[in-house]
Structures are given as C-alpha cells and as structure tokens.
C-alpha cells in the first residue's frame, strides 16, 4: 500500500470524526435547548456538509470525485428532499428532524469508518501475500 493512499484514508477519516463531532455538538445543543450563536452555527455547519459526507464516505465509487462539493450537494438535496417528505405529510418538527438526522448521519459515518478500516486491512494482508512484495509496495 502507497504513503500517499494511506494519508488520504487517513485524511477522510480525520474529515468524518469531525463530522461526527459536529453531529454530536448538534444533537447537545438541541437536547440541552441552546439558544445561542453556537447552536445556530453547528446547525449550519451540518446542514451543509456532514449528510453529505456520510454519503460520499459510503459511495466508494466517488472516492475520485471532488468530496467537499459532492457532500454539499448530498446534504442539501437530502435535507430539502426530507424537510419536504415531513411537510407533505404533516409531520413538521424542525428540532427533531434536526435531532434524528443526526443519529442517523453518526451511524452512517461510523459505518463508512469500519468499513475504510476494512478495506485496509485486507489490502495490506492481499499485499503481504503477493511474493515479492513487502506489504508497503501494494
């Protein structure tokens, strides 16, 4: 396996445990009924990337594509598209769509972390076995 691969699936699970903390940070502020700056900047933080990173950091297909952009485009097709299902059905409550979202969006990145974490290992053990190789060529 390559440094440079290594760093970068080091780097998109670096970007979805800072997703999952700002998912966290949203899910505290609405439980504990924050009324301040901070409350209104990690909803705006989540809104606009960390649905749409666990998204990409699921697709593994779209590990060449642009992240950032990519996740922001999920996020608010995904919000719209949920915001609207719950008016459509009378079912409107921002602060618990809020909060539901966000458990769902942590599961989701825990799951695309396990499963990087996976496809590393078996990328190293598939290196270690190739004759001539050491494991760092793969």
């Known amino acids: 396996m390559t440094t440079r691969w290594r760093s970068t699936v080091a780097g998109y699970d670096v970007i979805d445990i800072a997703c999952v903390a700002v998912s966290v940070a949203v899910a ?8 301040s700056a901070f ?3 990690v909803a705006v933080a ?4 960390v649905p749409g990173r666990a998204i990409v950091s699921n697709w593994p ?3 060449v594509r642009p992240h950032v952009a990519l996740s922001v485009l999920f996020s608010l097709s995904t919000l719209t598209f949920v915001a609207t299902a719950t008016l459509w ?3 409107w409550h921002p602060l618990g769509l809020l909060e539901v979202e966000s458990g769902v969006v942590m599961a989701a990145l825990f799951v695309g972390l396990v499963r990087r974490r996976r496809d590393d290992e078996r990328k190293a ?3 270690a076995e190739l004759p001539g190789t050491t494991g760092a060529e793969a």
């Not at 505290?28 to 009324?35: F, K, S």
């Open 89 to 91: 059905l009378n079912f």
């Open 61 to 63: 297909s779209l590990a």
């Open 125 to 127: 053990r598939t290196a």
């Open 28 to 35: 505290v502020a609405i439980a504990t009924n924050e009324r």
């Open 39 to 41: 409350r209104a900047v």
């Open 46 to 49: 989540f809104s606009l990337f």
